[in-house]
C-alpha cells in the first residue's frame, strides 16, 4: 500500500475542515482544472458548438511561439473534445488542413487510445492523424509532443524515439511538454530506469533559466520514482533537491495564479510523500483555489476529495506541531493497476 494514499485515506477519517490554518481557501472555493482567463472564453464557445475563440485562441499562440500555453491549451481542448466533440468535428470539415485542428484532433485520438483496453492497437491507428499534425507547422513542437507520447505507448524502440526527440528539441529546445513525454519514455515504468528519468532530468533542468517550467523536471522524476514500484532506490538528498528546486520555481509566481497550478500540485503532493510538512503547507496556500486532477487522481478517483483531505491533515499537523518519527528515505509505492489515467498518460 502506497505511503501517500494511506496518508490520504486517514486524512479522509480524521478531517476537521473548520479548522484549516490561515490562507487555505475554504472547501466550497477550490476548483478542479479551473481554466485560465484565456482558455476559458474558448471552452464556453466549443460547448455552444463555435469553434472560432479555440481557433483564434491556439492560433494568437503559434504566432507567438508560446508553446507552453499552446500545448496547455491543446490538451485541455481536446478533454473538453471527448465529451462534447461536435465543435471540432465542424472545425475539422471547415478546415481540414489547419495546424490547430489537426492537432487537437490527434491529441484526442491519443487520449481515446490511452483509456481503452485496445490501447496499443488505437495508438497505431492514430499514426496518421499525429503524422498530420507534425506537418501543420514546421516550428510547432507540440505534435511532436504528441508522437513522442505515442511512441512510449507503443513500445517503440531507442532509435525512434531518439528521432522524434530531435524533432523535437530541433523546433524547441526547451519545450517543457516534450521533455516531460521523454521522461516519462526514459522512467522505469516504461522504457528506462529511475536513474536515466533523473539523470535526463538534472542535466536539462540545470541548462534552463531558474524561471522556466524545465525546473520541474527532476521533481517529475521523484514523482516517478515515489509512485513507481520496483528499481533501485534513489537517495532521499536527490529527492530533496528536486523538491527544494521546484520550490524555488513555485516561489516566482504570484500566490493563485493559475498557470504554475500543475507545478504546485505536484511539488505539494510530493513533499506529502517527503513528510516535509511546513513545506507542503506554503504551496496549499500558494496553490489557493487552483486544484488540478494531477496528480491527485494517482491516489483515488476523487481528485478534489484527496486534496481536500490532505490539505486537511497537513494544516492540523503543522498547526499542532504533531511529527512522525524520522523513519528514512521514503520509498512509497502504488500499485500498479495497468489502467493509464488520461492526465499524464
Avoid at 86 to 104: F, G, I, R
Avoid at 134 to 143: A, E, R, S
Wanted: a neutral charge; one cysteine or more; proline letters at 8%.
Amino acid at each position: 500500500m502506497a505511503m501517500l494514499r494511506v496518508f490520504i485515506r486517514r486524512a479522509r477519517m480524521n478531517r476537521h475542515p473548520l479548522h484549516l490554518p490561515a490562507g487555505l481557501p475554504a472547501d466550497d472555493e477550490v476548483l478542479l482544472d479551473a481554466p485560465d482567463e484565456p482558455l476559458a472564453p474558448a471552452l464556453v464557445a466549443a460547448g455552444r458548438g463555435d469553434h472560432g475563440p479555440a481557433s483564434a485562441l491556439l492560433a494568437a499562440t503559434r504566432k507567438t511561439a508560446d508553446w507552453e500555453d499552446r500545448d496547455r491549451y491543446v490538451t485541455r481542448l481536446a478533454a473538453f473534445a471527448r465529451a462534447r466533440h461536435e465543435w471540432l468535428a465542424h472545425w475539422c470539415a471547415a478546415a481540414p488542413d489547419d495546424p490547430d485542428a489537426l492537432l487537437v484532433r490527434a491529441e484526442l485520438a491519443l487520449l481515446h487510445a490511452w483509456e481503452s483496453p485496445a490501447r496499443a492497437e488505437l495508438l497505431h491507428r492514430a499514426a496518421p492523424l499525429i503524422a498530420a499534425a507534425t506537418g501543420g507547422d514546421p516550428h510547432d513542437p507540440v505534435p511532436w509532443r504528441v508522437a513522442l507520447d505515442q511512441a512510449r505507448g507503443t513500445g517503440a524502440g531507442h532509435r525512434v524515439f531518439e528521432r522524434l526527440w530531435g524533432e523535437a528539441v530541433r523546433r524547441s529546445p526547451h519545450h517543457y511538454g516534450c521533455h516531460v513525454a521523454a521522461l516519462h519514455y526514459l522512467s522505469s515504468a516504461w522504457h528506462g530506469s529511475h536513474r536515466e528519468c533523473f539523470d535526463f532530468a538534472e542535466t536539462a533542468a540545470q541548462d534552463t533559466p531558474h524561471g522556466s517550467l524545465m525546473q520541474a523536471l527532476p521533481l517529475r522524476a521523484a514523482f516517478a520514482y515515489l509512485t513507481d514500484g520496483g528499481g533501485a532506490v534513489v537517495g532521499r538528498d536527490r529527492l530533496d533537491a528536486a523538491a527544494d528546486r521546484a520550490i524555488a520555481l513555485s516561489s516566482r509566481h504570484p500566490a493563485a495564479d493559475p498557470r504554475p497550478a500543475e507545478v504546485r500540485n505536484l511539488l505539494a503532493y510530493v513533499l506529502a510523500a517527503l513528510e516535509r510538512r511546513e513545506d507542503a503547507l506554503t504551496q496549499l496556500r500558494l496553490i489557493g483555489p487552483y486544484v488540478t486532477s494531477f496528480p491527485w487522481d494517482r491516489a483515488g478517483d476523487d481528485p478534489l476529495g484527496g486534496f481536500l483531505e490532505l490539505r486537511d491533515r497537513i494544516g492540523r499537523e503543522v498547526t499542532s506541531a504533531w511529527r512522525l518519527p524520522p523513519t528514512g528515505p521514503p520509498r512509497p509505492r502504488f500499485e500498479r493497476t495497468g489502467r493509464m489515467r488520461s492526465g499524464g498518460y
